[in-house]
């Protein structure tokens, strides 16, 4: 007889709430009482096509991690007792129902699988139509642009990945009192007045002097610090010779930042049995790459092409249901660096000079001012391996 799986003998949120809507009254067989129940190979049909969106085959890939078909079986459905195997059975019909007599089944008992990269066209396109219309039609308010970002981060609070062992989630709490490092470059003339008054500065600029960068339209005041001196410094992109200037600010209240080096890591934590999956697989990849996008260093005469990033700085920190106070990303300039963009709190930005700790809740680090003056820089390159991907684009072997 099929096993029969009832809403209380799974431990998958999503795959309970599917039984409920979908299955019907029958015996279960894990604890022997009347219930709605999902047959195993009904779960494992359901599993099918979900699971061919994320996972590809070894040499259709440039990826060699693979896993057999049992392990992202249980993975999926959270179980690893017997009746995975019914799940397994059930998938694999499912697929050959569907097959024509000239294609290949894809799963295979014994099969590796690896995962894909997932297709975030869709999401792509939309970010250039919304950029378009915020470049030339309605630059300074545009629906279509809320829209977006509300499909991208409406959940935001809500998600959760795996780094470093571990759950975390992707809007994070600065605590109280931490340390972190703001640089600029400056000519020997300056150096007098900066060493008089190194907030005056090193601080945020005044709105007229404030330049346009990846999270700020010109004449938006922003705080862009660094987690670590030699990223900060990096940062700079000193020429050799060149002074520069750097201080410490420390945080005075819980700061909530958006952790978008997280963002990378979203496809974790997707769960097969979602009940609008495949919408989600194609947000969470967009979420992905997003983070290599808002890390791009800023070119000079180039600063038009951050106009999305800018917006998506505003609705973060001023239109989200639950604005962030700024955005922890990963350097440009420094491998395994990261940056912070603090946002100003709105309330008292339309003052003439506020004050830095009461508009970003940070504060100088007395005697902390530092003078370095680059005396080497070093790259490194390596040789990239490339491989042709099915649909004719060149990817590259990690």
């Given at each position: 007889?099929a096993?029969?799986?009832?809403?209380?003998?799974?431990?998958?949120?999503?795959?309970?709430?599917?039984i409920?809507?979908?299955?019907?009254?029958?015996?279960?067989?894990l604890?022997?009482?009347?219930?709605?129940?999902?047959?195993?190979?009904?779960?494992?049909?359901?599993?099918?096509?979900?699971?061919?969106?994320?996972?590809?085959?070894?040499?259709?890939?440039?990826?060699?991690?693979?896993?057999?078909?049992?392990?992202?079986?249980?993975?999926?459905?959270?179980?690893?007792?017997?009746?995975?195997?019914?799940?397994?059975?059930?998938?694999?019909?499912?697929?050959?129902?569907?097959?024509?007599?000239?294609?290949?089944?894809?799963?295979?008992?014994?099969?590796?699988?690896?995962?894909?990269?997932?297709?975030?066209?869709?999401?792509?396109?939309?970010?250039?139509?919304?950029?378009?219309?915020?470049?030339?039609?309605?630059?300074?308010?545009?629906?279509?642009?809320?829209?977006?970002?509300?499909?991208?981060?409406?959940?935001?609070?809500?998600?959760?990945?795996?780094?470093?062992g571990?759950?975390?989630?992707?809007?994070?709490?600065?605590?109280?009192s931490?340390?972190?490092?703001r640089?600029?470059?400056?000519k020997?003339?300056?150096?007098?007045?900066?060493q008089?008054?190194?907030?005056?500065?090193l601080?945020?600029?005044?709105?007229?002097?404030?330049?346009?960068?990846?999270?700020?339209?010109?004449g938006?005041?922003?705080?862009?610090?660094?987690?670590?001196?030699?990223?900060?410094?990096?940062?700079?992109?000193?020429?050799?010779?060149?002074q520069?200037?750097?201080?410490?600010?420390?945080?005075k209240?819980?700061?909530?930042?958006?952790?978008?080096?997280?963002?990378?890591?979203v496809?974790?934590?997707?769960?097969?049995?979602?009940?609008?999956?495949?919408?989600?697989?194609?947000?969470?990849?967009?979420?992905r790459?997003?983070h290599?996008?808002?890390?791009q260093?800023?070119?000079?005469?180039?600063?038009?092409?951050?106009?999305?990033?800018q917006?998506m700085?505003?609705?973060?920190?001023?239109?989200?249901?639950?604005?962030?106070?700024?955005?922890?990303?990963?350097?440009?300039?420094?491998?395994?660096?990261?940056?912070?963009?603090?946002?100003?709190n709105?309330?008292?930005?339309?003052?003439?000079?506020p004050?830095?700790?009461?508009?970003?809740?940070?504060?100088?680090?007395e005697?902390?001012?530092?003078?370095?003056?680059?005396?080497?820089?070093?790259?490194?390159?390596?040789?990239?391996?490339?491989?042709?991907?099915n649909?004719?684009?060149?990817?590259?072997a990690?």
């Amino acid at each position: 007889m099929a096993t029969a799986i009832c809403p209380r003998c799974t431990n998958n949120p999503e795959l309970a709430r599917l039984i409920q809507a979908s299955g019907t009254a029958k015996r279960c067989t894990l604890c022997k009482t009347r219930q709605t129940v999902l047959t195993a190979e009904q779960i494992g049909s359901i599993l099918n096509k979900n699971l061919r969106e994320i996972w590809g085959k070894p040499e259709d890939s440039g990826h060699n991690h693979t896993l057999s078909l049992r392990e992202i079986v249980q993975k999926a459905v959270g179980d690893s007792g017997e009746w995975v195997d019914e799940i397994i059975n059930g998938l694999i019909r499912a697929e050959k129902h569907n097959l024509d007599k000239r294609s290949t089944a894809f799963w295979k008992k014994q099969g590796q699988y690896v995962k894909k990269e997932i297709n975030a066209q869709e999401h792509y396109k939309e970010w250039k139509r919304v950029e378009e219309e915020l470049r030339y039609s309605r630059k300074f308010f545009s629906e279509r642009a809320k829209d977006f970002f509300d499909t991208l981060f409406g959940d935001i609070d809500d998600l959760v990945v795996v780094a470093h062992g571990k759950r975390q989630r992707v809007v994070q709490d600065i605590p109280k009192s931490e340390v972190f490092y703001r640089a600029r470059l400056c000519k020997p003339s300056e150096l007098k007045a900066i060493q008089q008054d190194p907030v005056g500065h090193l601080g945020p600029p005044p709105r007229d002097k404030a330049s346009a960068g990846r999270m700020n339209a010109e004449g938006v005041v922003v705080l862009y610090m660094a987690f670590d001196e030699e990223t900060c410094l990096a940062e700079m992109r000193p020429p050799l010779g060149c002074q520069s200037a750097i201080i410490q600010v420390k945080t005075k209240r819980d700061l909530r930042i958006l952790d978008f080096s997280l963002l990378e890591r979203v496809h974790c934590e997707i769960n097969y049995f979602h009940q609008d999956f495949l919408s989600e697989v194609k947000k969470r990849g967009f979420l992905r790459a997003l983070h290599q996008l808002i890390s791009q260093p800023v070119m000079p005469g180039m600063e038009t092409d951050y106009i999305m990033t800018q917006a998506m700085a505003e609705y973060l920190s001023s239109v989200h249901c639950h604005p962030v106070d700024g955005i922890k990303f990963s350097s440009a300039h420094r491998k395994n660096g990261f940056n912070l963009v603090l946002f100003p709190n709105k309330e008292i930005t339309g003052k003439k000079k506020p004050e830095m700790g009461s508009l970003f809740g940070v504060e100088y680090v007395e005697d902390s001012l530092k003078f370095k003056q680059t005396a080497d820089i070093i790259y490194q390159y390596k040789n990239l391996s490339f491989y042709l991907l099915n649909d004719g684009q060149i990817g590259f072997a990690q």
